[in-house]
């Protein structure tokens, strides 16, 4: 039986602005583990990579864990401070950022770039570590590794940095992946390449993976467990086929209901939500789809339901679901 690798139990993330309290993240709890790939879908705004960068322990100017645990690998990450959340950065968990331009330094060399990591986190000489560069570039599917240690990034393709971000992220052989929409910037061709590398690694040295993504094609063809999220919480929970042929929340069943489908005979219309995203300065009392719900009842915008549980390993937080139970229909309190 799989260990388990993290467990976020009733977290709570927020950025204090001049504006007020944004509650970014309003207490989470699932668990991964070890060799498991798990999907954070939810549109912008839904709190994704505010629950990546906890993880990491990079939440931006501002933003702080104000409630809950995050266990790590042995770690209490909430409870570590900067220079020993450093020894595991990169080293026991690493991410991959939604932009490789932007993450990359446009004034240092692949190369460099690379070896700083290595460096950082283990005992290699400057040699070595130059040569474990070039051996991570030619595991991520880069020709002529040699010569694009000594290449800058804007002389790369997107594709091409992008597969340099994973060398990076991967250089120490991480025990925890965290992927943060990574294929966004990419055409379909090299979206596919990243994954498939990203699936070949995984098998190779026996990694987690966190992916995050709005893509729920990508969730699909990766995933074995999916989060779904929306205004900071977490909505719904379960499997890859709870989720696509059962989906118990209203939000859940809009994000598949605008999606195409290949085998639609008839030809209708993507069906879009309606509406704007919650003001997370001011979030509602109530469900936050509440505002945005086609089926809301006037106990939705007045409280926010309990977790129901449609199976052992699917539950997710809609009225509707204790109005069926109610009425004595399947489903019971988790």
């Known amino acids: 039986m799989s260990k388990v690798l993290l467990d976020m139990k009733n977290v709570r993330v927020s950025f204090f602005t001049p504006a007020g309290e944004v509650k970014a993240v309003n207490d989470i709890s699932f668990q991964l583990k070890e060799g498991d790939v798990l ?36 770690h209490r990450i909430n409870e570590m401070t900067e220079k020993e959340l450093r020894k595991i950065r990169g080293n026991e968990v690493s ?6 331009m932007t993450s990359l330094n446009p004034v240092y060399t692949i190369g460099n770039q690379i070896c700083e990591v290595i460096i950082q986190h283990t005992d290699k000489t400057r ?3 130059m040569e474990r560069a070039e051996e991570l570039l030619s595991l991520v599917g880069i020709n002529e590794p040699k010569k694009r240690l000594k290449q800058y990034p804007h002389e790369l393709s997107g594709g091409m940095r992008q597969r340099v971000m994973i060398a990076i992220a991967l250089a120490c052989e991480p025990k925890l992946l965290i ?17 498939e590398l990203m699936n070949d690694l ?10 995050i993504t709005h893509d729920l094609g990508v969730v699909a063809s990766m995933c074995q467990k999916i989060v779904v999220m929306y205004a900071g919480k977490i ?25 195409p489908k290949l085998d639609d005979k008839e030809h209708k219309k993507l069906v879009p939500i309606e509406g704007s995203p ?3 300065l001011n979030p509602p009392a109530g469900c936050p789809f509440a505002p945005r719900c086609e089926s809301c009842m006037k106990i939705c915008l007045r409280e926010m339901p309990e977790y129901t549980a449609i199976s052992d390993d699917h539950y997710s937080a809609c009225w509707l679901l204790q109005k069926k139970e109610f009425e004595g229909g399947s489903g019971k309190n988790e």
Not at 182 to 194: E, H, K, S, W
Not at 202 to 211: C, H, L, P, T
């Open 235 to 259: 909505v719904e929970y379960g499997s890859v086929d709870d989720i696509f042929y059962n989906p118990q929340h209203e939000y859940t069943k809009g994000l598949l209901r605008s999606i």
């Open 127 to 129: 040699k070595e570590a």
């Open 202 to 211: 995984k098998e190779k040295i026996g990694m987690s993976i966190i992916m």
């Open 278 to 280: 919650v003001d997370m």
């Open 179 to 195: 992927a943060d929409e990574p294929t966004t910037a990419l055409d379909v061709t090299i979206q596919a390449q990243i994954l």
């Open 39 to 74: 999907g954070i879908v939810g549109e912008s705004g839904s709190g994704k990579s505010v629950t990546a960068y906890s993880i990491m322990g990079l939440l931006a100017t501002g933003g702080r864990v104000v409630g809950g645990t995050i266990d790590f690998n042995g």
């Open 95 to 100: 991410i991959i950022f939604q932009d490789p």
